[in-house]
């Protein structure tokens, strides 16, 4: 393997650790700030890997007489290993264990926003685990919830928002049989309307257009006797999301609307007091709205997104008797 910039910083920072005359506290926290920097913009794999081991030598150098840096560098850690794409289990398994080691230490000797950020990260990791069966999907419910008692709506919008979409999707994603699938589904889209009363356009553009699209998606898939009705409510959650969303200034996020919207346009018919009906219009709307998404995925080298809208408008157009 060819050293990068960042093994380069890592094997300097180590022998600076061995050699300087800073103190022990000093050390070990340039040894979280350095990791901590490489997390911020990774540029590659490996610099997530230098941040583990950056992280695991102030934990060493802490021992016990650094309680606080100690779990800071934990969390450090877990926060590179959550990050790296492609590991398997073990990385989120080991995120798991850093953060559970960590938080209680926060929670007696640091700020209530420091420990609600690591329990807001742990919630990440059992959700991952809990769709390997290696996790509770109500644990991270639990955690995104306690984070919840420090990020409130006024003051931190933001994290607001996130852990309430997060905590909408945990719902989605609990296996469940029809009954209770039903229920969580309802308690999901609840939960993106409950959080929508606190997120709104003008002051939190980027937060509400995600809740937004969240919940039409939601509302798309929900189990009801009533589905034209949730599918044209969808249809007005995109429509909301796009408000904030489009192709100049948030290509991805734009496609992937007008994707979410075009597969509830397929699924409306051309006149909605008669369900039955045919949906010629509705299907016409619908590949507009994924040729456009097409071209912007493959545009910006999503491929696999790309393939899956290209075969959709091959049936669209097979349907409505156009070539493609």
């Given at each position: 393997?060819?050293?990068?910039?960042?093994d380069?910083?890592?094997?300097a920072?180590?022998?600076?650790?061995a050699?300087?005359?800073a103190?022990?506290?000093?050390?070990?926290?340039?040894?979280?700030?350095l990791?901590?920097?490489?997390?911020?913009?990774?540029?590659?794999?490996?610099?997530?890997?230098?941040?583990?081991?950056?992280s695991?030598?102030?934990?060493?150098?802490c021992?016990e007489?650094y309680?606080?840096?100690?779990?800071?560098?934990?969390?450090?850690k877990?926060?590179?290993?959550?990050?790296?794409?492609?590991?398997?289990?073990?990385?989120?398994?080991?995120?798991k264990?850093?953060?559970?080691?960590?938080i209680?230490?926060l929670?007696?000797?640091?700020?209530?926003?420091?420990?609600?950020?690591a329990?807001?990260?742990?919630?990440l990791?059992?959700?991952?685990?809990?769709?390997?069966n290696?996790?509770?999907?109500?644990?991270?419910?639990?955690?995104?919830?306690?984070?919840?008692?420090?990020?409130?709506?006024?003051?931190?919008?933001?994290?607001?928002?996130?852990?309430?979409?997060?905590?909408?999707?945990a719902?989605?994603?609990?296996?469940?049989?029809?009954?209770?699938?039903?229920?969580?589904?309802?308690?999901?889209?609840?939960t993106?309307e409950?959080?929508?009363?606190h997120?709104?356009?003008?002051?939190?553009?980027?937060?509400?257009?995600?809740?937004?699209?969240?919940?039409?998606?939601?509302?798309?898939?929900?189990?009801?006797?009533?589905?034209?009705?949730?599918?044209?409510?969808?249809?007005?959650?995109y429509?909301?999301?796009?408000?904030?969303?489009?192709a100049?200034?948030?290509?991805?996020e734009?496609?992937?609307t007008?994707?979410?919207?075009?597969?509830?346009?397929?699924?409306?018919?051309?006149?909605?007091?008669?369900?039955e009906?045919?949906?010629?219009?509705n299907?016409?709307?619908a590949?507009?709205?994924?040729?456009e998404?097409?071209?912007?995925?493959?545009?910006?080298?999503?491929?696999e997104?790309a393939?899956?809208?290209?075969?959709?408008?091959?049936?669209?157009n097979?349907?409505?008797g156009?070539?493609?």
């Amino acid at each position: 393997m060819v050293p990068t910039t960042t093994d380069s910083t890592v094997k300097a920072a180590l022998d600076a650790i061995a050699s300087e005359s800073a103190t022990t506290l000093e050390k070990i926290e340039m040894l979280i700030e350095l990791a901590h920097g490489f997390q911020k913009k990774p540029k590659a794999t490996q610099d997530l890997w230098n941040a583990v081991e950056l992280s695991n030598r102030a934990e060493e150098m802490c021992g016990e007489d650094y309680p606080l840096l100690k779990a800071r560098a934990q969390v450090g850690k877990a926060r590179a290993l959550r990050t790296i794409p492609d590991e398997g289990t073990e990385s989120l398994l080991q995120a798991k264990a850093g953060y559970e080691q960590a938080i209680p230490i926060l929670q007696k000797l640091a700020a209530p926003e420091e420990i609600a950020e690591a329990q807001m990260n742990l919630g990440l990791v059992l959700q991952s685990l809990a769709q390997l069966n290696l996790a509770k999907m109500g644990d991270s419910i639990k955690v995104y919830q306690d984070a919840l008692q420090v990020f409130t709506s006024k003051e931190y919008p933001q994290e607001y928002a996130i852990l309430y979409n997060n905590i909408a999707i945990a719902y989605l994603s609990i296996p469940a049989a029809k009954e209770q699938k039903s229920m969580c589904q309802d308690l999901a889209v609840q939960t993106f309307e409950s959080a929508l009363k606190h997120i709104n356009l003008i002051e939190h553009p980027k937060e509400y257009a995600m809740l937004q699209n969240n919940l039409g998606n939601a509302l798309q898939y929900l189990q009801s006797i009533y589905p034209v009705e949730n599918n044209l409510r969808a249809v007005a959650a995109y429509d909301e999301a796009l408000k904030v969303r489009n192709a100049r200034d948030t290509p991805l996020e734009y496609a992937n609307t007008i994707s979410n919207k075009a597969n509830a346009f397929l699924n409306l018919p051309d006149h909605v007091e008669n369900p039955e009906s045919e949906n010629h219009q509705n299907l016409l709307k619908a590949r507009d709205c994924y040729q456009e998404a097409l071209e912007l995925f493959t545009q910006y080298q999503q491929l696999e997104q790309a393939k899956v809208v290209a075969q959709v408008l091959q049936e669209i157009n097979q349907v409505i008797g156009v070539n493609y």
